[in-house]
C-alpha cells in the first residue's frame, strides 16, 4: 500500500545511505535498490498511519458533506451542494473563530517572546536546561485537566475567595473572555516559546556586537537585528497556534461557560446534538480548506522573512 | 482553632484524582466533566473483587466478565455495581451523558459498546423507529413487576404492546436559586428569566440543552413546553437572545458552579436540586407554576449491546427493589416503582422536591419526541449560542 504513493529520493534516504554505507561491498545497483527498499521501509509506517487516519475520514468526511441529514439525524445519501449553501448559518461562529485564533496567538506571542528572549540570550547556561524543563512538563499533562485546574483557580472559592479577604466582594473571574484568553495563553505558551527559542539561540551573537559597535542604542539593535532574526520562530510559533485555535473548542467552553461559540463549538453541537453530519461535514471541510490557506499564507510570509535575513548576512 | 487550609479547598486533593483518572478514561462529552459532587464511579471500571463464585441465579447463562452501561452523572450508587460484580463477577464499566442527543448520536453511530443504557421518555419512541434498541426478552427480568410500576411514568417504554424500555426514575425541570444571593421568592419561569436580567445579572445559568432551554422560555409566554410552531419558536427565541448577555453560562453542568457560590440560580433537575439542597440548604429548587418539564428516564438495551446476557442480568438486579431503593437514595431522584417506595423512609417520600404538590405537578408537560429530531429547534439552539 505504501509503495504505490511513494516516489523514491536516493538524496534524502538517509536510513538507506547508513546500511549501504555499512556494506560497501555490494555491487552500485544492489546498492540502489537497497537503500531504495530501506527508505520504502522507513516511510511505510507514517504513510500508512497518514492514509488510515488521515486520507481515509477525509473522504468520508467530503462525501458526508454533499449528503443529506436523514429524518432522525445522521446521514443520508444525496448529491447536493444545499450543506455548503447553508454555510452562513453559522457565519457567527466562524467569525469568533476569524478573531479568536489571532489575537489568542498574538496575546501567546506577547508573554512567549519575552520568555524565550530571556532563555535563549540572557539565562545563564546551567539554569536553561533547568527552566526549558520547567516550561515542557506542565505539557506531559492533558490539556484537558490543565484547563479544568483553572476552573478552581478562577470560581468562586479560588482567586476571587482570596481577594475578598482584601475587601473586593463578588469579583467574578470564570467564564468572562479574559478566562478564556487566559486559559489560551496559558495551555499553548509551550508551542509558541520553543520555536522562538531555537531561532534566538541560534542568533549569532556578533551580529548583536557589531550593531553596538556601530552605534546602535540596545532598542534599535533589538529591533533592527534580534527581532528581525527570530521572526522565522516567530511565525512558526503563531502559525501553530492559530491553526490549533481555529479547532479550538475545550478552553472555551470550560472557562467561558459556553457562551461563546466558536466553530469547534459548533461542529460538536452538530455531530453530537442535533446529529446533523452532512452540515457538520461540510464545516469540517470549510474549516480545513481555511486552515490551508492559512499555513500557506504564513509560510509565504516566513519564506520571505528568512530569504531577508539571507540578504541581510551578506 | 484554625481551620485547616485543606477546608478551604474547593476540591479536595483524593477527589481531584479521581475526576482526573475518570477524565481521563471518558470521552469529552460536556456532562463528562461534571460533578466533584458526584458519586465518583463515572468512567472508572469497578476494581476487581475477591472471585465470589457466581450467584445460582445467574449460572445459567455466561456472562462473561465485563460489560459496559452509558448513564447520567450523580446517577447510580456506586456500591450497586460493586455488589453486581461481587455477585456475578461482571465488571461494570460506566460511561456519563450529557444529553439524550449525544446518546442517540454515540448508538446511531454504532459500536457504542454499550449492553445497557438509560434513555429519556421522549427518545424511545424514536429509538425504536431506527431499530437501535430491541425488545426486551421480560422473561431474563423477573424482578421487574409491570404492576407496582405507575402507569403515568411506564407508558413511554411500551411500543404497540412490546416492552422495549423499563423505568428507573422520575423527576421534573425546574430552577435552583440560591437564596442568600436572591431574597425575592419566586415561582414562576417569568420571574426566572426576568431575575436573570435583573437581580441575577451575570449569576444565571441556563442547560446546554435545546429541550429545556428553550422548553422554559417557551413557558415564559405560556406556550406548550413542545412547542415546535414557528412563530412560538420566535418568540422564544427573542427572549433567549435578550437574555444571553446576562447569562453567567450555558451548561448543562451547573452543580460545582452553584456550590461554590458563582452562579445563584440555574435550571435544574430534581436529583441535583435534591442533591443541592441536601448539602447546602439556602439552595431552593422552585417549579414554576406555568409548567414545564416531567421526565422519566427507563433502561433499555441496544441491538448490538456486546454482552447482552450480563445486560439482562444488570438490569434484573437494578429492578430488584432492594437494590433499586439504595439507588434512589443515591441519586435523589423518585422512583416509578410502588414496591421501591414502600421501602423508603418517610422523610425522603415527604421532601416536596421529589414529591411536588399535585397542582405543581400537573401542568407539567413530559418531553415530546418530535422535539429531539427537530432541526428547527436545533438551529435556534445553535443561533442562541453563537449570539
Known amino acids: 500500500m505504501s509503495e504505490t504513493g511513494y516516489k523514491p529520493d536516493p538524496d534524502n534516504a538517509t536510513g538507506g545511505r547508513k546500511s549501504a554505507g555499512s556494506q560497501p561491498a555490494f555491487p552500485m545497483r544492489r546498492s540502489i535498490f537497497r537503500k531504495n527498499l530501506m527508505t520504502a521501509l522507513l516511510l511505510a509506517p507514517a504513510t500508512l498511519w497518514l492514509v488510515v487516519f488521515l486520507v481515509l475520514p477525509f473522504v468520508a468526511i467530503a462525501i458526508f458533506s454533499v449528503g443529506e441529514r436523514a429524518p432522525e439525524g445522521g446521514y443520508q445519501a444525496a448529491l447536493t451542494f444545499a450543506q455548503y449553501a447553508n454555510l452562513p448559518a453559522r457565519a457567527t461562529a466562524f467569525w469568533n473563530t476569524m478573531v479568536l485564533a489571532p489575537v489568542g496567538a498574538l496575546a501567546c506571542l506577547l508573554v512567549a517572546y519575552p520568555v524565550a528572549y530571556y532563555l535563549a540570550l540572557r539565562a545563564p547556561d546551567r539554569w536553561r536546561l533547568i527552566l526549558l524543563a520547567l516550561i515542557v512538563i506542565p505539557f506531559w499533562t492533558s490539556l484537558l485537566m490543565r484547563t479544568y485546574a483553572w476552573i478552581y483557580i478562577l470560581g468562586g472559592r479560588g482567586i476571587p475567595a482570596l481577594l475578598a479577604y482584601v475587601g473586593i466582594e463578588d469579583l467574578r473571574l470564570i467564564n468572562t473572555p479574559g478566562a478564556v484568553l487566559l486559559g489560551i495563553v496559558y495551555g499553548y505558551l509551550p508551542l509558541m516559546i520553543l520555536p522562538i527559542y531555537v531561532s534566538l539561540e541560534r542568533l549569532d551573537r556578533r551580529l548583536l556586537e557589531a550593531s553596538a559597535d556601530l552605534g546602535a542604542t540596545p532598542l534599535s539593535t533589538f529591533l533592527g537585528v534580534t527581532l528581525r532574526l527570530s521572526l522565522p520562530g516567530v511565525m512558526t510559533g503563531f502559525s501553530l497556534v492559530m491553526i490549533l485555535l481555529l479547532g479550538e473548542y475545550l478552553i472555551p467552553t470550560l472557562l467561558g461557560g459556553g457562551k461563546v461559540f466558536f466553530i469547534g463549538n459548533a461542529l460538536v453541537d452538530l455531530f453530537l446534538q442535533s446529529r446533523n453530519w452532512p452540515f457538520g461535514s461540510a464545516i469540517a471541510i470549510t474549516l480545513v480548506l481555511v486552515s490551508v490557506v492559512v499555513l500557506i499564507i504564513a509560510n509565504r510570509i516566513s519564506t520571505r522573512l528568512s530569504g531577508a535575513r539571507r540578504v541581510d548576512l551578506i | ?387
Not at chain 2, 30 to 48: E, K, N, P, Y
Not at chain 2, 359 to 387: I, Q, V
Open chain 2, 1 to 387: 482553632m484554625p481551620k485547616s487550609y485543606r477546608d478551604g479547598l474547593p476540591i479536595t486533593p483524593d477527589k481531584f484524582v479521581d475526576q482526573l483518572m475518570r477524565l481521563k478514561r471518558g470521552s469529552i462529552s460536556r456532562r463528562d466533566f461534571l460533578g466533584l459532587t458526584g458519586l465518583g464511579v463515572a468512567t472508572a471500571v469497578m476494581a476487581r473483587e475477591l472471585g465470589i463464585m457466581p450467584a445460582p441465579a445467574y449460572a445459567a447463562e455466561n456472562l462473561g466478565d465485563r460489560m459496559s452501561i452509558a448513564t447520567w452523572p450523580n446517577y447510580h450508587d456506586p456500591q450497586t455495581f460493586e455488589n453486581f460484580k461481587a455477585e456475578t463477577g461482571v465488571a461494570v464499566e460506566v460511561n456519563v451523558f450529557g444529553s439524550n442527543e449525544e446518546m442517540l448520536a454515540k448508538l446511531q453511530a454504532g459500536g457504542s459498546g454499550w449492553s445497557l443504557f438509560v434513555p429519556t421518555n421522549y427518545t424511545i419512541s424514536t429509538y425504536k423507529k431506527l431499530g437501535i434498541i430491541e425488545p426486551l426478552d421480560m422473561a431474563k427480568l423477573p424482578n421487574f413487576d409491570g404492576k407496582s410500576e405507575d402507569v403515568r411514568f411506564t407508558a413511554e417504554g411500551t411500543i404497540d404492546g412490546t416492552i422495549y424500555a423499563v423505568p428507573k426514575n422520575w423527576g421534573t425541570t425546574g430552577f435552583a436559586v440560591n437564596t442568600k444571593k436572591l431574597s425575592k421568592p419566586m415561582s414562576s419561569w417569568k420571574e426566572f428569566w426576568d431575575t436573570a436580567m435583573t437581580e441575577a445579572d451575570g449569576r444565571t445559568m441556563v442547560h446546554d440543552y435545546q429541550l429545556t432551554t428553550i422548553g422554559n422560555a417557551l413557558k415564559y409566554y405560556g406556550y406548550s413546553f413542545n412547542s415546535l410552531k414557528q412563530d412560538e419558536l420566535a418568540k422564544a427565541e427573542e427572549l433567549l437572545l435578550k437574555v444571553k448577555p446576562h447569562l453567567f453560562a450555558v451548561s448543562s453542568d451547573y452543580q460545582p458552579s452553584m456550590r461554590s457560590g458563582d452562579a445563584w440560580m440555574t435550571m435544574c433537575w430534581t436529583n441535583d436540586g435534591a442533591q443541592l439542597h441536601r448539602d447546602i440548604p439556602e439552595i431552593a429548587y422552585v417549579l414554576g407554576k406555568e409548567g414545564g418539564e416531567i421526565w422519566t428516564d427507563f433502561y433499555a438495551i441496544p441491538k448490538d449491546a456486546p454482552n447482552k446476557p450480563a445486560g439482562y442480568a444488570l438490569l434484573n438486579y437494578l429492578m430488584n427493589p432492594k437494590v433499586a431503593v439504595k439507588e434512589h437514595l443515591a441519586n435523589g431522584a423518585p422512583c416509578t416503582d410502588a414496591r421501591v417506595n414502600a421501602l423508603l423512609p418517610k422523610e425522603v417520600l415527604d421532601n416536596p422536591i421529589l414529591y411536588p404538590a399535585a397542582d405543581l405537578l400537573k401542568p407539567l408537560e413530559f418531553g415530546a419526541a418530535a422535539t429531539l429530531t427537530d432541526p428547527g429547534r436545533a438551529e435556534l439552539m445553535a443561533r442562541f449560542k453563537s449570539a
